[in-house]
């Protein structure tokens, strides 16, 4: 299993980001996805998950309205679009393949500040 998230990057508040997880080694289509961060020395936030089909999708309270997670099967690849970022979004996102946040790649660094 290989994940590697990119997109993250400094961003002013209210801004946006788009990131993306290119998935290799498994069958991407079959598996729901995740999103989770974590701030340094805090404990892994779950942040959304995805269905293989994308007919269902949850968000944590703090991001509902604000993110969206996506998916494109053909291109093995999971999306997630950031709007209205606040400080509090700070953080290193990781994609995975699985509810505990276990199969996660490399995060990239999201920075929310003016």
């Known amino acids: 299993v290989q994940l590697q998230a990119s997109g993250g990057g400094l961003v002013q508040p209210g801004g946006s980001l788009r990131l993306s997880c290119e998935a290799s080694?498994?069958?991407?289509?079959?598996?729901?996805m995740y999103w989770f961060r974590q701030v340094p020395g805090k404990r892994l936030e779950w942040v959304s998950h995805?269905?293989?089909?994308?007919?269902?999708?949850y968000y944590a309270d703090s991001v509902k309205g604000r993110f969206t997670i996506s998916r494109d099967n053909a291109e093995n690849t999971l999306y997630l679009q950031m709007n209205s970022l606040k400080p509090e979004d700070t953080a290193l996102y990781y994609c995975?393949?699985?509810?505990?946040?276990?199969?996660r790649g490399q995060g990239t660094l999201v920075t929310v500040s003016s």
């Open positions: 080694g498994f069958t991407f289509s079959n598996y729901w």
């Open positions: 995805i269905s293989p089909r994308s007919d269902t999708r």
């Open positions: 995975a393949r699985d509810s505990r946040g276990e199969l």
